[in-house]
């Protein structure tokens, strides 16, 4: 009775070692924190194993880990907002620090990224950043596919207008006289 237990635990070894990083950069480009993306990364493998034999059986067992890293990235969201009403700091935000390129334009995107919703924000960074069809957005985000057609829209519509041509959009002006938008 070992062998199923063992099979099971060398599939998700497998998944893990196979998704891991995909969940981090997915969680990171939701909260813009690397090291809650790493908590969250691994409290959605660990989910994702607990819950492995329902996994196994989802149509697509990274879109399952997916929506649990959303889902996880919203309840980490909405708790920080609730701490910062409590504390009467919702207005101020910590420094970003950003590892790797320190480049104007990353900077730009991540701060027009934190202003979206974060169903338009997950949408965005699903189809643009991890290239993913309109399908398996929506099943890793448990909406349809036409959700996701208009949060995506959406969502670009507003990058679009928050960046606005190099050096113009709010964002940029907000990034370049250190205030955080």
Not at 100 to 116: F, I
Request: glycine content about 6%; proline content about 4%.
């Amino acid at each position: 009775m070992d062998v199923p237990a063992k099979l099971d635990e060398d599939a998700f070894r497998a998944f893990f070692e196979r998704h891991h990083a995909e969940l981090a950069r997915f969680a990171w480009m939701l909260i813009g924190e690397r090291t809650a993306a790493e908590d969250i990364a691994a409290d959605a493998m660990l989910a994702v194993w607990r819950q492995w034999d329902q996994a196994r059986r989802a149509r697509s067992q990274i879109a399952y880990a997916r929506g649990i890293v959303a889902n996880l990235a919203k309840a980490r969201i909405r708790a920080a907002v609730r701490e910062r009403r409590r504390n009467t700091l919702f207005w101020q935000r910590p420094d970003a620090a950003v590892e790797g390129p320190d480049t104007a334009a990353v900077l730009d995107v991540r701060a027009a990224l934190d202003r979206l919703p974060l169903r338009r924000r997950a949408c965005v960074v699903l189809r643009h950043s991890l290239e993913l069809s309109e399908r398996e957005t929506a099943d890793a985000l448990g909406i349809s596919v036409g959700t996701v057609k208009s949060q995506t829209s959406k969502g670009l519509a507003e990058l679009r207008r928050l960046l606005g041509e190099p050096g113009e959009g709010p964002a940029r002006a907000a990034i370049r006289n250190g205030v955080g938008p």
